[in-house]
Every structure is written in structure tokens, then in C-alpha cells.
């Protein structure tokens, strides 16, 4: 037998091995109780008074004239992040200020959702070419039924 048929049948062997599945991990055996595992997120979440983050967002927006919706934006894996979310926390009770920005380029902001916690409000702007407008509201009206302008409540954006 030569050298190198020696190598070529250790490489194969190797190979082999290689691909064979392992066993499987056991299943941890503990449960939580769903409000102990909330209490705990909780605990860790109120640790991290601000967030920032690059995200990958796709909207719909319904066309108020009736017109076919304007949909912007992708979460394929393939995507590049287009948008940019920032959260900062209070110590009172309430909402927190918070914005979600969707970007075209790092330069140019197409739309922005957010509250202002200082002032009590909520408010969504866009600007998608030729169409566009701004919307704003109190956050303490936010989602309540009857508001036409902003059907959703930025808040449940957290």
C-alpha cells in the first residue's frame, strides 16, 4: 500500500465521521410558569434603560382614496437593515420616548413612528416621493376608537 492511498482512505474515513450526526441534546426537563418567565424578562428589560438598533422593516400603508396600498421595504435575509429603531426609558410610569425610522440611505428618512414622552404625544410622517403627510396625536387618546388618522397605537410598537 502507498503513502498516499493510505492518506486518500484516512481522508474518507475522516470525511465519514465527520458527517455522522451526533446525538441529540436532551430536552431540558425544568418548566417555568409563564409569569415567572415575564417577571424575569422584565427584570433583565428594565436593566437596559436605552436600545438602539439597526432593523430590517417592510410596511403597507392602505391608500386613504381607495388606490392600491403603498408597500416599501424588505426582511429578506438578503436585506440590508433600512431602518433604525431607538428606545429610551423613563423612571415614571408610562410610555416611553421611542422613534422607528425607515430609511431609503443613512441620508434620507422616507418615514418616522414614534412618542415624545416629554410632550405627551405620538406622531407617524412620511415621504415617499409624491406621496406624503404627517400625522400626530396625545398618547393618552392613543388607539382609542373613533381617531381616523392613526388607526394603530405606537405604543404596541413596544
Known amino acids: 500500500m502507498t503513502a498516499s492511498s493510505i492518506w486518500c482512505k484516512l481522508a474518507v474515513l475522516v470525511a465519514g465521521v465527520l458527517a455522522l450526526p451526533g446525538c441529540p441534546e436532551p430536552l431540558p426537563k425544568t418548566r417555568v410558569a409563564l409569569g415567572q418567565l415575564v417577571r424575569e424578562h422584565n427584570a433583565n428589560a428594565r436593566r437596559a434603560p436605552r436600545l438602539w438598533a439597526r432593523a430590517k422593516i417592510k410596511f403597507t400603508m392602505a391608500n386613504p382614496d381607495g388606490g392600491l396600498p403603498t408597500t416599501w421595504g424588505s426582511v ?9 429603531v431607538l428606545l429610551a426609558k423613563g423612571d415614571r410610569p408610562g ?34 416621493g409624491d406621496e406624503a403627510a404627517a400625522y400626530w396625536g396625545h398618547t393618552d387618546l392613543a388607539g382609542a376608537p373613533g381617531l381616523r388618522m392613526l388607526a394603530m397605537n405606537p405604543q404596541d410598537l413596544l
Open 95 to 128: 410610555p416611553d420616548d421611542f422613534v422607528l425610522i425607515g430609511r431609503e440611505t443613512a441620508a434620507m428618512e422616507l418615514f418616522r413612528v414614534g412618542i415624545s414622552r416629554d410632550e405627551g404625544a405620538y406622531y407617524f410622517w412620511y415621504n415617499l
Open 76 to 84: 429578506s435575509p438578503l436585506a440590508t437593515p433600512n431602518g433604525l
